[in-house]
């Protein structure tokens, strides 16, 4: 039963900043009162998956349990009622997994919704005589603090040979990066839609977060679940995986033709508030690993451990985490997208 909650958040309005976590004695989540076997949380990214939320008799016929879908503004928030027992399983950014996992909550990942890919970009502005990474020195570049495109910023400047004392990183939320970026107050900035989307009609792409990832540090959605959860419900994680990974597949196979009436679009409309006219361009810029990627050093053989290590160094740094784990591998799994794979 899909929790109608009041004024859905629109897509373009989502908050991607890495909200620290909040600490585990003084979580002001209760769990709520559901009769279902079982509460899902999720956000308002655009993905093929949710018309499994828009209609979710579909994985209850599939799966014989009752679901009940819940939506929640923020990772942090996911990782707290996932914490408190509020949900079992829930959608956040690699940054919240990584500081919730870091601050002692018992979850393991389980599937990686999708690659922020080219969905994050560092556009440096028509006018700024930027041509090249090099050519950043000196440069103004706006950027939220503690978010996953400031992660990916200090990773980008690292490998151009250059670190943050040489540039000027200016703290700006989306929309003041929009507004500084008309003013000219800033040569370049790494962010997201749809303030992306505004500055690259004046600006060039330097580098996307697709590129930064496939260089080591990768940003990522992923779906979380409690470990007591999973330890009763394997079954259940097993079909909930096959059932994204066939719509993600039917999305592939029609992806360069996504009209704005089909009915991905639709749901997709339905579950976010988003405006179809924007679906399919959003849509393009992720990348939605298939069951065979899942299961690759890339991702969940590897690839997503390391990443969560790495975002969990860069939250430590930033004073957002007490402290890293040596190892984040034993809260990554790819149990049920290799029995989801092995029973196509």
Partial sequence: ???????????????KALSPFVLLGTLAFAPLASAADVVIAYQGIINPWKRLIADETILEKATGLDVEFRQFDSGAKVLSALASGAVQIGTAGSSPIAAGISQGVEVDLFWILENINDAEALVVRDGSSISAPQDLKGKKIGVPFVSTTHFHTLFALEQFGLNENDVQLVNL?????????????????????????????NGQVLITSGELSRWGKSTFDGLVVSRDFAKAHGDFLTTLVSQIAAHDEAYRQKSSTLSLDDPLTQDIVKVTGASAETVPSVLALYDFPDLNSQISTQWLGGGAAQALKFTSEFLHQQEKIPAVLPDYSAHVTDRFAKAALSQK
């Fill in 1 to 15: 039963m899909l929790n109608k909650l009041k004024g859905l958040e629109k897509y373009m309005n989502r908050k």
């Fill in 173 to 201: 939320q989306p929309n003041a990066i929009a507004a500084a970026w008309e003013r000219g107050d800033i040569d370049a900035a790494f962010v997201w839609d749809p303030a992306l989307g505004r500055i690259k009609q």
